[in-house]
């Protein structure tokens, strides 16, 4: 997680009430993979890192940890906000978005976990989920357990990592709970205009939009048409 690195561990925590939100595990689409939270390599705390071309094919076995409220409302490595309750994880190399499917060994539960974040940075420790998703997988209350992860393959996936920042630029058109809302206006966007409109999730708060967006431009004075 962004702010991670310079925090210990022990001084997260858990929400204070008792009981969990309806659980559902993360959907997987093939979002487009974005400069945001992919930048390769990074450091952290002395330690360089890569970044991983692709998810494809992506299986580990290690520790896994959680982390909770002392993140709830940050932005994430790609901006989105962190909810301890959200289908998410952190990841050192995966690409962000990715998708996973991580499952407790110690007692064969599983979750599909949508990677949006990097961290955990303690060299023992492989991933780092949600409370909630720590909690659908038996070990929240003990802290970390060990999982195996295996990514799931998406075809269609838009890889735009290469766009520099004088480049990449994005109309956003507006945000939409409802993903049918949102892919008529793109369809009605692109039919009238034309244009590369793409419809990029992300979960705000808990809840899941849907951005409309069109682009990307790569001059400013194309976007203020």
Not at 3 to 18: K, T
Not at 58 to 76: D, E, L, N, V
Not at 202 to 224: C, K, Q, S, T, Y
Request: overall charge neutral.
């Amino acid at each position: 997680m962004v702010a991670c690195a310079s925090a210990p561990r022990s001084a997260d925590h858990a929400p204070v009430q008792s009981e969990v939100p309806a659980w559902q595990d993360a959907v997987p689409q093939p979002d487009p993979l974005l400069p945001a939270g992919n930048t390769t390599p990074y450091q952290v705390l002395g330690k360089t890192y890569q970044v991983m071309a692709t998810a494809e094919a992506y299986q580990a076995q290690g520790i896994a940890s959680w982390y909770g409220m002392k993140f709830q409302g940050r932005p994430t490595a790609n901006g989105e906000i962190f909810d301890v309750y959200a289908p998410t994880a952190a990841h050192r190399s995966l690409p962000i978005p990715s998708y996973v499917r991580v499952t407790n060994l110690n007692n064969d539960r599983s979750v599909v976990l949508r990677v949006n974040d990097r961290g955990p940075f303690h060299p023992d420790r492989l991933i780092d989920l949600s409370y909630g998703a720590a909690v659908q997988l038996g070990f929240a209350e003990q802290g970390t357990t060990r999982v195996a992860i295996e990514a799931i393959n998406l075809a269609g996936i838009d890889d735009r990592r290469s766009l520099s920042g004088s480049t990449y630029r994005f109309l956003q058109l507006g945000a939409y709970r409802s993903e049918q809302t949102a892919t008529e206006l793109t369809q009605s966007v692109q039919q009238r205009w034309g244009y590369l409109v793409s419809i990029d999730p992300v979960d705000i708060n808990g809840a899941r939009m849907h951005r409309v967006r069109v682009g990307p431009f790569e001059h400013m004075a194309a976007l203020e048409q």
